[in-house]
């Protein structure tokens, strides 16, 4: 079958013939139906992240964000059939753990992170496994189909725990979004379906204006103003109730922390890069002071997928809205360059991964 190679970080990536997938015993293989291109697929190119190791020994195949259709199961799977169309976390669990019997498997003690490690080759492919695949497949309900659901991988599920139930954001609620890529503009979305008033911040009008789009009140240009946190903090009389950094460069996450009120909370969504290797300076003092919270968040909990798609089914958030490209996979290493130059406009999706 063919795939998206990674044979040497930051050198060309290329489109390649890789043997398909076999079913583990209890995992099963889907034709991946969309896959979406996302940052995190750029990271790994790059060679980022072996600070949390997330990176592979190449040739891997890259791609993170699938939807499919089941084609095979193993024998010990009970409750995923073949014909089946599921989402595809990328945050594979093992379903045993205390993490995982708590309802915290996003964060599972034995977490292998779908396209980023030797365990699990990626879904920039025809074909993708899917280990444990009684809790790691998400079966799609019938109103959503699964080439629709493709713009609902990692970049929108992230933001939907993100906004949901990390901050989380209530009814009234100042948002501030720093970074308004894929991520960000789903953050963006899905904060304002929970009733949040949003602001987006980014250094580019383009996006800033499909933030208000998908139902920002206000939006910031970083690159037009001396201090986007002041900005921010004016907008909202005092500062925003809930922050997120959807980039993960130190002045974006500093602003989005600046950006807050008395008592508010800051959520990190966003990566570092090589540059920040995780480590980004904070005004500590000023978490003190201010009682403000500091929250991690890592994709979405497959036991948790049902609140997302109830508000999907429902109209209240559409991921569609996010897509700004459909590509074939033969153009999928010239959408991860372009985003060397943060371009990137919205969530670009393959959706063909053969001749």
């Not at 592979?56 to 964000?65: R, T």
């Not at 989402?87 to 993490?99: Q, R």
């Not at 009389?237 to 950006?259: E, F, K, M, R």
Request: charged share 25%.
């Amino acid at each position: 079958m063919q795939a998206v190679l990674l044979e040497e970080f930051q050198e060309p990536l290329t489109v390649q013939d890789v043997d398909r997938p076999e079913p583990e015993p209890d995992g099963a293989v889907a034709e991946v139906i969309g896959c979406g291109i996302c940052r995190s697929d750029w990271h790994c190119w790059q060679g980022d992240w072996d600070w949390f190791g997330y990176r592979p020994d190449p040739p891997h195949v890259l791609g993170h964000e699938p939807t499919g259709r089941i084609v095979s199961v193993g024998e010990n799977v009970e409750n995923i059939e073949e014909g089946q169309e599921v989402a595809i976390p990328f945050n594979f669990a093992c379903g045993s753990c205390d993490l995982c019997r708590n309802g915290r498997e996003n964060i599972c003690e034995n977490h292998i992170g779908l396209g980023f490690m030797n365990q699990a080759p990626g879904a920039f492919a025809e074909e993708v496994h899917i280990p444990n695949a009684d809790l790691n497949a998400v079966p799609l309900p019938d109103g959503i189909d699964a080439e629709s659901a493709a713009g609902m991988g990692c970049r929108f599920m992230t933001s939907f725990h993100a906004m949901a139930h990390r901050a989380p954001v209530s009814a009234g609620d100042d948002v501030v979004i720093h970074g308004c890529g894929g991520i960000g503009l789903s953050a963006v979305h899905i904060a304002n379906a929970l009733g949040g008033n949003v602001i987006g911040v980014d250094l580019m009008d383009e996006k800033l204006e499909r933030a208000e789009d998908l139902g920002a009140v206000a939006t910031v240009n970083a690159q037009e103003v001396d201090d986007p946190a002041k900005e921010v903090r004016d907008i909202t009389d005092g500062g925003a109730d809930v922050s997120a950094d959807a980039l993960g460069i130190a002045t974006t996450c500093q602003n989005a922390v600046n950006s807050l009120r008395k008592g508010g909370t800051h959520v990190q969504i966003g990566l570092t890069t090589s540059e920040e290797e995780g480590m980004v300076p904070l005004p500590t003092d000023e978490f003190v002071a201010k009682e403000i919270d500091f929250k991690g968040s890592l994709g979405l909990q497959p036991s948790r997928y049902s609140e997302m798609l109830d508000m999907v089914e429902s109209s209240k958030l559409d991921p569609t809205a996010l897509v700004e490209d459909t590509v074939d996979i033969h153009q999928v290493p010239d959408e991860l360059a372009a985003m060397s130059d943060y371009n990137t406009v919205g969530i670009p999706v393959c959706n063909e991964f053969s001749n």
